[in-house]
């Protein structure tokens, strides 16, 4: 999503492109983005980052990241372009890449990473997943983040054309977390792609984060009495 001006209002930006095919047609894959996916035998959980790469920096991470430590399925559209990465930025609303629906589709649980401006660290968690977003965000606050009490309309997520939203049970959660929370996630608040992609300039907040979202999944998942 586009980021949020100070603390309050996000500033929507007009997206470049119209859908996937669009973007296809101009942008080349493997050298302006590129696509990576994983899926585990009878995973109900995905963890997408359709504004991955540095596109929306590190949702590519934290996702891959909470997929394997969860044993979920994750999708990432990554934006490699050395600048101008916001060109590649689809509306969640309008995001159609085919793999990525398909994902999608065969889960009943989808958690949307995405990135919003913003210097004070905080999430906005949003969606339809009425009941996930609430343990979700006591999850996150048990662990010693900061989580708003409202989203705002722009990055609600909650229209069911938006890829958190078409799972298996028409909803998902979506994570606006603000750069100030981003940056503590890496040594020196260092958000450059060549800085991201390496593990040991992490720090443990990283960890603490994607492992409060598991916990709140793994507590859904099971009051719904589905496998893992």
Do not use: C
């Amino acid at each position: 999503m586009a980021g949020l001006v100070g603390s309050a209002v996000p500033a929507q930006a007009a997206d470049k492109y119209g859908s996937y095919a669009e973007l296809a047609a101009h942008e080349v894959k493997g050298k302006d983005y590129r696509i990576a996916q994983r899926s585990t035998r009878g995973a109900k959980v995905a963890h997408i980052a359709i504004h991955g790469g540095a596109i929306e920096a590190p949702t590519t991470q934290l996702a891959d990241y909470a997929a394997k430590a969860g044993d979920h399925a994750f999708y990432s559209f990554e934006g490699i372009k050395p600048a101008g990465n916001s060109d590649l930025h689809l509306t969640s609303t309008r995001f159609d890449e085919p793999s990525a629906v398909r994902l999608v589709a065969q889960s009943s649980y989808t958690v949307s990473w995405h990135g919003a401006s913003g210097a004070k660290a905080t999430t906005y968690v949003g969606g339809r997943d009425t009941v996930l977003i609430k343990t979700i965000t006591a999850e996150l606050r048990a662990a010693g983040f900061t989580v708003t009490d409202s989203v705002p309309e722009e990055i609600g997520g909650d229209s069911p054309r938006n890829i958190a939203n078409r799972n298996l049970r028409n909803r998902g959660v979506q994570l606006e977390l603000s750069q100030g929370q981003r940056e503590q996630f890496f040594k020196d608040g260092r958000l450059a792609r060549s800085w991201i992609e390496n593990p040991a300039n992490r720090t443990t907040a990283f960890y603490r984060y994607a492992a409060a979202v598991n916990r709140a999944l793994a507590s859904a998942v099971a009051r719904a009495g589905l496998p893992r």
